[in-house]
């Protein structure tokens, strides 16, 4: 395969105003996931795993940490001579002043030089806000193997789920035939992951006719991929089975997060086979105190524990003072926990300073809580 | 800061027992993350010493691929060069392989370097410190050589082995000595020294004239009188990994967070190699308290007063009791561990007990099945 055969392409650039204030200074792809990531390492890593070696990352929103993240190239291993990282971001040109990405594949069109400068058979598109692991060369291949125009990969959820998902309608050839959004009565159980291969030359045009379309959202659900049907263009369903988040919502972020302490979790970032790179932050090994109690938790380095944790995700630099009671929570990175606060069901945004003996959230709300900081510094 | 890192390596005094076997000192795995060296390099960068030479004294795999090109140390790639260098010729016997012999082999390397200064400093001395403030004192003392030393409280049961200073009252060294622990408080070298690049090159030559059998440290002794040299104290935590039950007592003594912070300043950060493991799953057995834990473990059992290194194991009923488990150790359902090492990658699982003293912790080997 030549070196940059399939360049991948992730959009990075939404707000993710769901998350509140954890999104308030950082984009969604930037926040942190799993006490020592940030949501965007899953789909750099999986490029990396998958031997993709030139990745774009289109970013908008609050970008100045994102930009300089992902840049760093060699985190994922793709500083390569033949690869890397580009942080693709909205720009003045010549001929045209500077406008904002105005859909995802406004996006894609917008650097459509940059894709020609590469001259690649494929362009994988992918979201810079979902937690999942899934080799891309595997869904590269069966693109080739059924001569598509396009790959959509897709996941069997419940009918009631799909109410909530962009659902794909196949024949039993796992051909699409119909794509509906959040439909009211789904006809079928395949959610879109919102993960697509593009032969590149079929979609340059769609992308070229799309931009100069009045009508158009510049959306690859509701724009490009109808186009393709209804064209009778080659739509392949790529049927993925295994761990897959959306983490858009504080529920949804919390949920992935507890996800990791199930036993025998689907996402094991334990593999080594398949592990999900990320900064290194060089902070110190995890400090236990002596009247510390952690019973199902899942810790990562420089946090200093003094008191009880239990059923939670521990980020990097924590502080747990002593007699503080952490309880279903998700404690994002430089966050403190005061001395007897007590902390359940929340996420504590990061570099949160919760006061000693201060109460948040309740093992009885509905609701996780996000606990941030509000002073807006 | 102008000047060229040299990382010396310790003489045979130093010894840690079992782990020595598979790796030179500097590369032995401590506090569950790092390696030895790691503390000494860390200084030297932090202090904005951009050219390191690591100097290896035998089995050199597991150094190279720790230390690789440096850039993890914040070595600047294109300014800054980290080196290893090691003889590349086989001694005849193990005495000509002293520190005095690399640096004859490896001379050209240090006289190009365009540094006017030298900071030689061995790995297996750890404490903080910035070399700035020793060149600053270095140059306003007009010494010839500035020697760094502790004012050790506990000498006669630990830095056994070490150089002591003789010291007069303006801080010239009068004379070198050997800590035989006799004496409670000591004034131990930290073999550490900054001189001008151009009288180390002479002392080394010197001393290879001299003898064969000379150490940097003997002609520094027989040149006592002929060269103004001074002393500069480390205040705060200074510790030697020279035997295993010093090993051992360090280790635990860094397990009061407290006393790490001694070692780990804020804002002066100790680099290593990263791994990519995840974070550590504490289960719901997980029992752990008064510990040191690396990432990408996995406790089911009950953990106390030990250290953990990344990717260990402790299954359910497993108990690890003021022990030091070195990274990717296995410890088995029920086994009883208390004042163990527990070298890399080694399996204990059917074994039910296994119990050490601080004098003599237990050591199983790397790799191994017991």
Known sequence: MRANSMVAMILAGGRGSRLYDLTKKVAKPAVHFGGKYRIVDFPLSNCANSDIKTVGVLTQYESVLLNSYVARDHYWGLDTNDGGVYVLTPRERDTTNLEVYRGTADAITANIDFLDSIDPEYVLILSGDHIYKMNYAKMLAYHKEMNADATIAVREVSLKEATRFGIMNTNKDDMIVEFEEKPAHPKSNLASMGIYIFTYKTLRKYLVADAKDPDSHHDFGKDIIPSFLNDKKRLVAYRFRGYWKDVGTVDSLWEANMDLLKENAELDLGDPTWKIYTEDVNSLPQFIGKEAKIEHCYVTQGSVIEGTAKNSVIGTNVVIGKGAKVIDSVIQPGAVIGENAVVTRCIVADDVVVPAGAVCGSAKSAEIELVADNEGE | ?370
């Not at chain 2, 600047?76 to 012999?101: M, P, T, W």
């Not at chain 2, 004496?183 to 003898?211: D, N």
């Not at chain 2, 040299?229 to 860094?254: D, H, T, W």
Request: hydrophobic share 35%.
């Open chain 2, 1 to 370: 800061m102008r000047a060229l890192g040299i990382i010396s390596f310790e003489d045979n005094t130093a010894n840690i027992e079992g782990l020595c076997d598979h790796r030179p000192v500097p590369a032995i795995a401590v506090m569950g993350r790092y390696r030895i060296v790691d503390f000494i390099l860390s200084n030297m960068t932090n202090s904005g010493i951009n050219n390191v030479q690591v100097y290896c004294k035998e089995k050199p795999r597991n150094l190279i691929e720790h230390l690789g090109d440096g850039s993890h140390y914040n070595i600047n790639s294109k300014r800054g060069k980290l080196r290893i260098l090691y003889g590349e010729k086989s001694f005849s016997s193990d005495v000509y392989n002293h520190d005095v012999a690399n640096y004859m082999l490896n001379m050209q390397y240090i006289e190009e370097d365009s540094n006017p200064y030298v900071v030689v400093a061995p790995s297996y001395f750890v404490y903080p410190i910035d070399f700035n403030d020793v060149l600053k004192q270095h140059v306003e003392s007009r010494a010839d050589v500035t020697v760094l030393y502790t004012n050790a409280k506990e000498a006669k049961t630990q830095f056994l082995g070490c150089d002591v200073l003789k010291l007069d009252k303006f801080k010239t060294v009068t004379g070198f000595e050997k800590n035989r622990g006799k004496l409670k408080s000591q004034t131990i070298s930290l073999e550490a020294y900054v001189m001008t690049k151009k009288l180390f090159i002479e002392l080394v030559t010197k001393a290879a004239e001299t003898s064969s059998l000379y150490w940097f440290k003997d002609v520094l002794a027989d040149s006592v009188g002929e060269l103004n040299m001074k002393g500069y104290q480390v205040k705060g935590y200074v510790a030697c990994f020279n035997s295993l039950p010093e090993y051992y007592r360090i280790s635990m003594e860094l397990i009061d967070h407290k006393r790490a912070l001694g070692l780990f300043k804020p804002g002066w950060p100790i680099y290593t190699q990263t791994n990519d493991s995840c974070p550590t799953i504490f289960s719901e057995s997980a029992k752990v308290s008064n510990s040191v834990v690396a990432n990408g473990a996995i406790i089911d059992g009950t953990v106390e007063g030990s250290i953990i290194s990344r990717g260990c194991t402790i299954r359910k009923g497993a108990e690890v009791k003021n022990s030091i488990l070195l990274p990717g150790a296995y410890i088995g359902e029920n086994a009883k561990l208390d004042h163990v090492v527990v070298d890399k990658y080694a399996i204990v699982h059917h074994i039910k007990k296994l119990e050490g003293t601080n004098e003599s912790p237990v050591y199983v080997q790397r790799r191994d099945r017991i």
